[in-house]
């Protein structure tokens, strides 16, 4: 391998890899340089590394965001702010307070180094490939184990070109092309991949463009997304005032790729997302005039200078319709200040625009659900139904440009009729003030870790045992969510330390008797179709199901980080070896399988009998030798607590 040219993740993956080998399909470890948690998924995160019984975080950096648990309409997200800036004191983390921003805004301004790999316990990690780093999103045990110092293992992806051509037309934004890409590769086109840019078109989009296309990457269910760090990656870390971290990054010339991907940049126009998936994209034009309620700008795809001055510029001297409510909501305190000290926020206000907090907010319904049935334009990556908080509600995703022209006309609209475009340039450096950034304790100093009421102990899970016969307790279509498997919205959200708590909810938008028929039922399994478990990297939805009792999940293919935690909570993932199989399995169905410790150890393909249909179920375990012996074990906790035991 090391004569052969090489693609940039190859590059980085080869100087960072700790075990295996760089064989499409092949479990590798790598190890990690930087991790990232929030306040959604920092608390079992911190809980499981406190379980993993080290003293302090070993990796160059590694920090926990709150800026997902905002509102605080009970002392639950308080409570675990307490939690996890004290804990982040006393295990060497960075914590960043509420009110500096969303992670991913964040670590690009202030962390991100090309080359450097990131691991988050946020699916959208991935914005950091706009500098060419390669950040990964994973479930938040696999982040502890990874801020433990050891490695972080996954199937090593087939790469896949995206060769850029061209340039973005006026009023056409890299959403659109995001959006494009979506429409190209669907929700599930991008599994196995990771996806590398490449071409010409590169060079015409500046990184905070790039951060759109690589946040919203995960979305085809690609690993990640990586650009090349180039005069431009320059640019951004000298407006960041961080030149030292920046270096040039590329793949060899002739570096081979599985497959290619071309998008002419200047053959793009406006793009939209219909209800209620993020491929379900076409010309604004094709949709235009949809009435809308609500438009909200920010999250992490689209909350920088650039998106919001542009937006700012749009709506200066103009009031949008008294129908409409018009959110923005900043993606950091920098990008805040600048809009602030630039006269746009005063142009926002003066529009008639409400002006949220600097956090993810309305992006997963933590405020701003919108009315029943509503239609809220959103400049954010995902509209899967409950997302906003309402579930009648009917989400368009779209660029800010779309989005401000459409607030100001009251219904969806083609930017390109707004006349004139918007040219934002970037000041001549941005502000730079770190100081909502906690550091961490220096070593030896003693840090009492604050413990309110809101976090309870981790649950237990028991080795897999010798033999399963439970009911098939939910049957489900394709592309399920990990929003329908645990809900988004603020009063779910504020019980992500409380297992037994937020157990309650899941499946509660697909099917509201779910849960009290898992906890009835011995075992139990659910069925679905193809790529289970899509969208967020929340490792509760695989967390809770084993807490009420779930044996595992039999699929026609699985989303990487749910198959992934999936396997860390000791939840057998299992794939249909015959689809056809998928449509004999009736709700209620009694599935029993013997021996079944040591037909998973084989790692050979085993049957289910299924006594009411009196059929034999094909089923292949979808796991690594080493997840094997995690599924024994009953769980990746359980594994390293009797290896220490040892
Ligand atoms: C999301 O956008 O869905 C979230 C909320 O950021 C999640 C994290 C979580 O649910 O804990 C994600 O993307 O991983
Ligand atoms: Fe936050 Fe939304 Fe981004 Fe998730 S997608 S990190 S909820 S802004």
Same mark, same amino acid.
């Given at each position: 391998m090391r004569d052969m040219p090489l693609?940039?993740?190859?590059?980085?993956?080869?100087?960072?890899?700790?075990?295996?080998?760089?064989?499409?399909?092949?479990?590798?470890?790598?190890?990690?340089?930087?991790?990232?948690?929030?306040?959604?998924?920092?608390?079992? *995160?911190?809980?499981?590394?406190?379980? +993993?019984?080290?003293?302090?975080? %070993?990796?160059?950096?590694s920090v926990i965001y709150a800026d997902h648990n905002i509102l605080q309409v009970t002392s639950h997200n308080a409570d675990d702010h307490a939690f996890l800036r004290t804990a982040a004191r006393k295990f060497g983390l960075y914590f960043s307070k509420v009110g500096n921003g969303i992670c991913h805004q964040l670590n690009l301004e202030r962390f991100s180094v090309p080359g450097d790999t990131l691991l988050g316990a946020d699916s959208h990690t991935t914005t950091g490939g706009a500098v060419g780093e390669l950040a990964?999103?994973?479930?938040?045990?696999?982040?502890?184990?990874?801020?433990?110092?050891?490695?972080?293992?996954?199937?090593?992806?087939?790469?896949?070109?995206?060769?850029?051509?061209?340039?973005?037309?006026?009023?056409?934004? *890299?959403?659109?092309?995001? +959006?494009?890409?979506?429409?190209?590769?669907?929700v599930s086109g991008?599994?196995?991949?990771?996806?590398?840019?490449?071409?010409?078109?590169?060079?015409?989009?500046?990184?905070?463009?790039?951060?759109?296309?690589?946040?919203? %990457?995960?979305?085809?269910?690609?690993?990640?997304?990586?650009?090349?760090?180039?005069?431009r990656t320059r640019e951004f870390f000298a407006l960041q005032r961080r030149e030292g971290d920046y270096r040039p990054l590329s793949a060899d010339p002739d570096a081979r790729y599985e497959s290619t991907l071309e998008i002419d940049l200047s053959s793009l126009e406006p793009m939209v997302a219909l209800p209620h998936s993020p491929d379900n994209a076409r010309p604004v034009r094709a949709a235009q005039g949809v009435k809308v309620a609500q438009v909200a700008i920010g999250s992490c795809t689209n909350s920088s200078y650039q998106d919001l001055m542009t937006a700012a510029r749009i709506l200066k001297g103009r009031r949008v319709p008294p129908q409409i409510s018009l959110i923005v909501a900043p993606g950091s305190r920098q990008v805040f200040?600048?809009?602030?000290?630039?006269?746009? +926020?005063?142009?926002?206000?003066?529009?008639? *625009?409400?002006?949220?907090?600097v956090a993810c907010g309305f992006c997963n319904g933590v405020g701003q659900a919108p009315h029943s049935g509503g239609v809220s334009l959103r400049t954010a990556n995902r509209n899967f139904p409950g997302r906003s908080g309402t579930p009648s509600a009917a989400l368009y995703l779209v660029s800010p440009e779309t989005a401000a022209v459409s607030a100001l006309k009251?219904?969806?609209?083609?930017?390109?009729?707004?006349?004139?475009?918007?040219?934002?340039?970037?000041p001549a450096a941005f502000q730079v003030d770190d100081s909502l950034f906690l550091a961490p304790a220096p070593p030896g100093e003693e840090t009492e870790i604050i413990r309110g009421p809101s976090i309870a102990p981790l649950p237990r899970f028991a080795p897999l045992p010798e033999a399963l016969a439970a009911p098939v307790t939910l049957v489900l279509g394709d592309n399920v969510t990990t929003d329908d498997i645990l809900p988004a919205g603020a009063h779910i959200l504020a019980l992500r330390a409380n297992i037994p708590a937020i157990s309650r909810y899941i499946f509660s938008?697909?099917?509201?008797?779910?849960?009290?028929?898992?906890?009835?039922?011995?075992?139990?399994?659910?069925?679905?179709?193809?790529?289970?478990?899509?969208?967020?990297?929340?490792?509760?939805?695989?967390?809770?199901?084993?807490?009420?009792?779930?044996?595992?999940?039999?699929?026609?293919?699985?989303?990487?980080?749910?198959?992934?935690?999936?396997?860390?909570?000791?939840?057998?993932?299992?794939?249909?070896?015959?689809?056809?199989?998928?449509?004999?399995?009736?709700?209620?169905?009694?599935? %029993?399988?013997?021996?079944?410790?040591?037909?998973?150890?084989?790692?050979?393909?085993?049957?289910?009998?299924?006594?009411?249909?009196?059929?034999?179920?094909a089923v292949r375990l979808d796991a690594s030798p080493r997840q094997i012996r995690v599924l024994l074990a009953g769980g990746l906790l359980a594994l390293a607590s009797s290896a220490k035991d040892a």
């Open positions: 693609t940039l993740t190859e590059k980085i993956i080869q100087a960072h890899l700790a075990d295996g080998e760089m064989t499409p399909g092949q479990e590798i470890g790598i190890r990690v340089d930087q991790t990232l948690v929030h306040d959604a998924t920092g608390q079992m *995160a911190t809980l499981q590394f406190e379980a +993993l019984g080290k003293a302090r975080v %070993s990796t160059k950096r990964i999103g994973a479930g938040g045990l696999d982040v502890a184990v990874a801020m433990g110092g050891a490695p972080f293992y996954f199937r090593m992806p087939q790469i896949k070109r995206i060769l850029l051509t061209g340039s973005l037309p006026p009023w056409t934004a *890299a959403k659109d092309a995001a +959006l494009e890409i979506l429409r190209r590769l669907s991008g599994r196995g991949y990771i996806l590398e840019f490449q071409g010409p078109g590169v060079q015409e989009l500046s990184v905070t463009q790039r951060a759109t296309i690589s946040n919203m %990457s995960i979305e085809t269910g690609a690993i990640t997304s990586i650009f090349p760090s180039d005069e200040l600048e809009l602030a000290d630039s006269g746009a +926020l005063a142009d926002l206000i003066r529009a008639g *625009a409400r002006i949220m907090e009251g219904e969806l609209t083609d930017p390109r009729e707004f006349g004139a475009p918007i040219v934002v340039r970037a938008n697909v099917d509201p008797d779910y849960v009290e028929r898992q906890k009835a039922s011995a075992g139990g399994f659910v069925v679905a179709g193809a790529n289970y478990g899509q969208g967020s990297s929340r490792e509760h939805a695989a967390l809770a199901p084993r807490y009420l009792g779930l044996s595992g999940v039999i699929a026609e293919s699985f989303a990487r980080i749910h198959q992934a935690n999936l396997c860390n909570f000791g939840l057998l993932p299992l794939l249909f070896k015959n689809p056809a199989d998928r449509a004999k399995i009736r709700a209620g169905s009694v599935l %029993s399988v013997d021996d079944i410790r040591a037909k998973v150890a084989s790692g050979k393909d085993f049957a289910l009998h299924d006594e009411s249909a009196g059929a034999e179920i």
